[in-house]
Structure formats: structure tokens, C-alpha cells
């Protein structure tokens, strides 16, 4: 049995913007929080409190990043393992074993389990996406006033109706992954 257990889990997978970014997270099983889940099944709001709650409360918790060259140079799953491994990384306190949200983990100095829907399934996992979701979000509305007209703030970088006709009509910015095809079929036209 493991007495520090990190829960890992990344979001921005799928944009076509942006870095995509990790959390690890160790919760301090005698400070509980309440309402963790999948960061995608909580509203804005919600998610907000949340994060402000698990930073608080956690034993330890930590970001990790790949950024657009990583992601264009490794391709986004290679990416997101490193982002992962970064978090961990960071982590104040080194976990006995990580349970990584999805169906592989990346290379660590501890044991690791991967868990299909873990952030629906295990609290620290949740917890870690959300602080991930809420830490990337963030990052996306600042990008949004570097780069206006583009809609991030909104789309948060994902490849929606908006997203692609201003990559039509403002072309590629610094911050587009040039490997996702519709960025790449975009440079090649």
C-alpha cells in the first residue's frame, strides 16, 4: 500500500493552439474535498472555486508543460507524456506511485498505473485536471489579447466554426501547432 499517491492528468490534447499542460496532484487524505471529477463535467465557475480549493488543501500539487515546438517536434501524445512527467517532476513532494489519467504512462521514478476515465474515477486524477484545465483556460484569454480576432478566450484554442475561419482570414500565428493537420493543410495552401 502506498502512502503518497499522485494523480496526473493533462488538458489540451486537442486544440490547435497552445501548449498543452499537466497536473500532478497529491491530496491530503485528511483534508477532503468535495465535488472533484472530470474537469469537463463542472462549469466554469465551479472549476474555479475548485482549483483555488485543491491548491489550499493538497499535500502537493505541481504543473508541467510541452510547448507548440515540443508538440510540432515529439507529435501531441509523445507531448503530453513529457507534460505529464514534468508535473510529476515538480512535484514539492516525490509520490510513492501516480495514477495517470488514460491508457498509457509516461516513463517515471515511482510506480504508475494508467486509469481509462481516471479523472472521473479516482479524486486526486480529478483534482489534477482540474487545476490543469483552469491553470490552460487562463493562459488561453491572456493568448487572446496577444492575438486577437481568433476567438481563444472563447474556443480555449480547440478547432471550432470561428477558429478556423479566422486562421482563414488572420493566418497562423507563433502560437499554432503546425503539425495538426488543419494548421498544416493551412501553410500549404
Not at 488538458?11 to 472533484?36: C, F, H, K
Amino acid at each position: 500500500m502506498y502512502d503518497l499517491i499522485a494523480g496526473v492528468d493533462e488538458v489540451g490534447r486537442g486544440p490547435l493552439a497552445g501548449a498543452v499542460i499537466a497536473a500532478a496532484v497529491i491530496l491530503d487524505p485528511d483534508n477532503p474535498i468535495q465535488g472533484l471529477t472530470d474537469s469537463k463535467k463542472l462549469t466554469e465557475k465551479k472549476r474555479e472555486f475548485l482549483s483555488e480549493e485543491i491548491k489550499q488543501k493538497a499535500l502537493s500539487w505541481a504543473f508541467g508543460r510541452a510547448e507548440i515546438a515540443e508538440i510540432d517536434e515529439l507529435n501531441i501524445l509523445h507531448a503530453s507524456m513529457l507534460a505529464m512527467k514534468r508535473a510529476v517532476e515538480s512535484l514539492s513532494i516525490k509520490p510513492q506511485h501516480c495514477l495517470i489519467d488514460g491508457n498509457r504512462c509516461p516513463e517515471l521514478d515511482c510506480t504508475s498505473e494508467a486509469i481509462i476515465k481516471g479523472d472521473l474515477k479516482v479524486q486526486s486524477i480529478g483534482a489534477a485536471s482540474i487545476i490543469a484545465k483552469v491553470a490552460r483556460d487562463h493562459e488561453m484569454v491572456e493568448l487572446d489579447k496577444t492575438y486577437p480576432g481568433y476567438g481563444l478566450a472563447q474556443h480555449k484554442g480547440y478547432p471550432t466554426k470561428l477558429h478556423m475561419q479566422a486562421l482563414q482570414e488572420l493566418g497562423v500565428t507563433p502560437i499554432h501547432r503546425r503539425s495538426f493537420a488543419p494548421v498544416k493543410k493551412l501553410l500549404e495552401s
